[in-house]
C-alpha cells in the first residue's frame, strides 16, 4: 500500500500572525507543485495565528494544510485558556497534533487525556498527528519499545480500525526533540516499523498498512532524504527546521537531496 507522506510544520510558540503570514507567503514560493503531487504539508502555528494562515492559504489556493498544535476534549464549557476542536473544525484546520511530548511534560496531559482528544478530534472530522515516544533513561534501560506500545494502545484505545488506519502516529524520540540530536535512520525505521506492528496486533492488518507513521526529532535539509525514504516512515514533525522557509521547503523537497 503507498501512503502519501505528510510532512508537518510545528511552530510551537514562535511567530506572530504578522510573521505566520510572512512564512507562509515565503513557503508558498518556495514549494512547487510537484512537490504536493508527493507530499502532503501540513502547518500547526500558533491559535493566534490560524485565522491568518487559513486565510491566506485559501484566498491564494496555497497547497498547505492548515493545522492545530493542541486541543482540549471538551465540547464547550468552563476551561479558561482552552480551545475546543469544532472552533478548530470551524477554521478548515485539518490535523492537529495531540500528546505532544511537551504537552505530556510541561502540562502534565495523561494517555487518557490523549485518547479523550484523539476521539474528539475524529469525531469533529479532523485528522490526529498523535505523538508517542521515549526518554534517553527509558532508552537505555531498554524499555523505548515498551513505552512507545503502551502510549499508542492507550492514546487509540476504542477507535475504530477503520479510524486508525487513516490518522498520523508521529514516533518522536524525546531525546531528539529540540536538540539537534536525531535518531540514526536505522533506529527510527526500526520504531516506526515497531509501532506499525502495534497497530497491526490491536486494529489488524489494514489499518497498519494504511496508518502514516511520521518521524520527529531534529529533522533537518540534511537528515530528512535518509530519514524518509525509510519503508515505514511516511513523513516527518518538524519543529525548529520548520520556522524558515528555506529550511521546511527543502525537507519537504528531501526526495530531491541524498
Ligand atoms: C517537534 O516539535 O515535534 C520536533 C520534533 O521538534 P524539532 O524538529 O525541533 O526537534
Known sequence: MSRKPLISGNWKMHLNHFEALKLVQELSYAVTVDDVEEVDISLHPPFTDIRTVQTVCESDRLPFHVGAQHCHFEAKGAFTGEVAPSMLAKLNVSYVIVGHSERREVFGETDEMVNAKVKAILANEMIPIMCCGETLDEREAGGAEEKVAGQVKAGLAGVSAEQVGALVIAYEPIWAIGTGKTASAEDAQDMCAFVRSTVSE?????????????????????????????????????????????????????????
Open 202 to 258: 490491536a486494529f489488524g492488518a489494514d489499518a497498519a498498512s494504511s496508518v502514516r507513521i511520521q518521524y520527529g526529532g531534529s529533522v533537518k535539509p540534511t537528515n530528512a532524504h535518509e530519514l524518509l525514504t525509510q519503508s515505514d516512515i511516511d513523513g516527518a514533525l518538524v519543529g525548529g527546521a520548520s520556522l524558515e522557509a528555506e529550511s521546511f521547503s527543502r525537507i519537504v523537497q528531501y526526495r530531491l537531496s541524498e
